[in-house]
């Protein structure tokens, strides 16, 4: 009896965490899985994208003169807009870059724009509701109303009417060269300005009966102050809400990038994007389909499969709330 | 034995009702304790039983200033801490301390059980010799768990295991008294008496005091010196344990006690039970004079007008009571006279005055 016990202590002396626990859940949801691996593998290529190129000897900026056809609207020679064993996505039509640099030159672009705003938006987001959740009363009231306006705010008009004028002022602020470094900063600025006060109320309304729980009494009970208890003992439970949200507003403001560069507002030509791709392939979309559809199947697969990651997220963590699988 | 360590004088705890609409309007109060007075002595355990929503939790909590006290005076140890502010009651919360009732929510599930019992040391910045790991082992240890198990999660604990998580949490930075909100009230039978015997051995160790908060009157029996019984934010009766669970005075108590059903079945059947009829009365709104009078058995004229006060019939015995009930079974037979509804053979019918009392509508149901 005793020997069996000391081997069963042994062996199971660490915890399986919460953590652990969903992890576990989410291992066995393939669909999951597999949508995790392609957005690893999209987050791979787009920040390994200059060793790539290096490696294929490619540039996103280079015009390969004789893979488009001068006589033909410089329209890309041979079938599906260019694509060779040189070109492996073909050429842009008219000038004659590469569709394949671009693209992954474009992808580092704009998700590098949709994490730094996801990631800053969830930041602020999680301080403010917790904050808000906490202290209750006249805080939350403050921080409610301020949320309210923020929603409510016709973002979208609102980035189409200032962006320009305000990307060049801070270009001239700034004093940098290229007018879409400014672009990119003020894009996050303004995406992030508007982009926390969703998860903000979430996670107050998570906050609110997450702090009537007996263990925040108890350290209070041991003479914690506001901070730790917000940090230590709230703030851990709410990670998994905020894992949920990152993967769910990253294809979000993906989509947003894009369609702030595609009307012409947010990147500007030559520096690529997926929005810039899409915007000038539009007008080629009949005669060049491939040019198009590239650009547009691949925003279209990250997004969904960041948004199954989510689904699979917040199953994991959420056992309650079981689905047929 | 003589020096309270916990001094409560007219302790009031009222909770705000607030109507929200376009102006959020305050309506009223809860008063979940409205006037409470009790001592708790050094080394001894005082029960204070109730039933559900009386207010006994909320004057645990606002007893070690986990609320703030609507009025009142709260001293502990010599020292007023009625309106001490965070950073003054920061060193107090070392000497006194609380084990809650719901094991599965007063420890955080997101914390290694090593990481629950060593917060008291964290927040308090105390540094025990040997180092932080060596004092949660030898605490998980002392409470009857597995110190190889530091690093595991609450999850991975049963409901007893876990209440001895929050009572090792409790006596990690010694304290001299404990609040001890229903800490066995969520556990199995079986396993309730290992807490509570872990309650008592802690107790005579560590020379600590408690406040044993309960409903449960058999445990309350067994590990407490002296009860005290509330009713509806008010204290009914407070004496020594012997007394009061062999000649309780106050109508409630009686009430209380008569429910506890007895293990032998024959004497179970004969006994007389006083059945309370009706619900606690909103806290809210209490009822005028005597919050007992809408259910009590006795209730006269007087006790609508005048609030009884707590006062001391006997050394050390106080109850708040216009007409104490010295023994049960002489009041039937007192009342039974005054009676003429007819009697059903298998229940007495007491206490329907037709011409003076309080509201009808209370039945003395006995076999």
Request: hydrophobic share 45%; with cysteine; charged share 20%.
């Amino acid at each position: 009896m005793a020997r069996t016990k000391k081997v069963d202590t042994t062996q199971a002396v660490a915890g399986r965490s919460p953590w652990r626990l969903g992890w576990d859940r989410f291992r066995f949801n393939r669909v999951a899985m597999v949508s995790l691996g392609i957005s690893i593998f999209f987050f791979l290529v787009a920040y390994l994208s200059s060793p790539i190129l290096a490696i294929l000897n490619l540039d996103p900026y280079a015009m390969d003169r004789s893979a488009i056809d001068l006589d033909n609207f410089n329209n890309p020679i041979g079938p599906w807009g260019g694509i060779s064993t040189v070109h492996w996505l073909g050429v842009e039509p008219g000038v004659g870059r590469d569709v394949f640099a671009r693209l992954i030159i474009g992808a580092r672009t704009s998700i590098t724009i949709a994490t730094v705003t996801s990631v800053l938006s969830i930041s602020i987001g999680m301080v403010i509701g917790l904050i808000a959740g906490y202290f209750k009363g006249r805080v939350d009231e403050a921080i409610g109303r301020i949320i309210d306006l923020l929603l409510a705010f016709p973002t979208f008009f609102m980035l189409i009417a200032i962006a320009r004028p305000m990307a060049e002022r801070l270009q001239v602020a700034l004093g940098v060269d290229d007018k879409n470094i400014a672009t990119i900063i003020l894009l996050v600025v303004l995406l992030t300005i508007f982009g926390w006060a969703g998860l903000a109320r979430l996670i107050r309304s998570d906050v609110l009966s997450l702090r009537e729980r007996e263990f925040v009494l108890a350290a209070e009970s041991l003479g914690a102050s506001h901070g730790r208890i917000i940090f230590k003992e709230l703030l851990p439970s709410l990670w998994p809400k905020a894992i949920i949200f990152l993967s769910l507003s990253l294809p979000g403001f993906l989509t947003t990038e894009a369609a702030l560069s595609f009307l012409g507002i947010g990147i500007q030509e030559p520096m690529p994007s997926w929005g810039v791709m899409l915007e000038m392939a539009v007008a080629k979309a009949y005669t060049v389909p491939t040019y198009f559809l590239i650009p547009a199947t691949t925003l279209i697969i990250l997004v969904t499969a960041l948004n199954l990651v989510g689904t699979g997220v917040s199953d994991a963590f959420d056992p309650k709330l079981e689905r047929n699988q | 034995m003589t020096e309270p360590i916990l001094s409560i004088t007219d302790l009031q705890m009222y909770f705000p009702v607030m109507k929200t609409g376009l102006r959020t309007v305050k309506t009223g109060d809860v008063k979940a304790v409205d006037g409470i007075s009790l001592d708790v002595m050094q080394g001894e355990t005082l029960g204070l039983v109730g039933e559900s929503g009386c207010g006994k939790s909320t004057a645990g909590r606002a007893a070690i200033r986990l609320l703030n006290p609507t009025g009142g005076k709260i001293v502990f140890e010599g020292q007023d801490i009625t309106n001490a502010s965070r950073r003054e009651l920061r060193p107090l919360r070392t000497r006194m301390q609380m084990v809650f009732q719901d094991p599965y929510s007063s420890l955080n599930p997101r914390h290694t059980v090593g990481r629950i019992i060593a917060a008291p040391f964290e927040i308090q910045g105390v540094k025990p010799e040997g180092g932080i790991k060596k004092a949660v082992q030898e605490l998980m240890e002392r409470v009857g768990l597995n110190p190889e198990h530091y690093n595991r999660y609450p999850n991975e604990f049963s409901g007893g295991q876990r209440q001895r998580i929050g009572v090792a949490r409790s006596i990690a930075l010694r304290p001299s008294f404990i609040v001890l909100d229903e800490p066995v009230s969520a556990l199995d039978v079986s396993i309730q008496a290992q807490v509570v015997n872990l309650l008592d051995d802690i107790q005579k160790e560590f020379k600590l005091s408690y406040l044993f908060v309960a409903h449960d009157l058999s445990v309350v029996r067994h590990i407490s010196d002296r009860v005290a019984v509330m009713y509806l934010g008010h204290i009914m009766e407070i004496t020594d344990r012997d007394t009061l669970y062999a000649a309780p005075q106050h109508p409630y108590t009686q009430a209380l006690l008569s429910a506890v059903p007895l293990p032998d079945p024959i004497a179970e059947s004969q006994r007389e039970r006083i059945l309370l009829q009706g619900d606690l009365p909103s806290p809210i709104n209490p009822p005028s004079g005597c919050v007992f009078r809408t259910r009590c058995v006795f209730a006269q004229d007087l006790c609508a007008v005048d609030m009884p006060e707590l006062r001391e019939v006997a050394p050390g015995h106080k109850i708040a009571c216009h007409f104490p009930q010295i023994s049960l079974q002489k009041q039937i037979e007192i009342r039974r006279p005054h009676s003429d509804q007819p009697m059903p053979p298998s229940s007495i019918q007491v206490d329907r005055p037709q011409t003076s009392g309080p509201a009808s509508g209370r039945d003395f149901v006995g076999e």
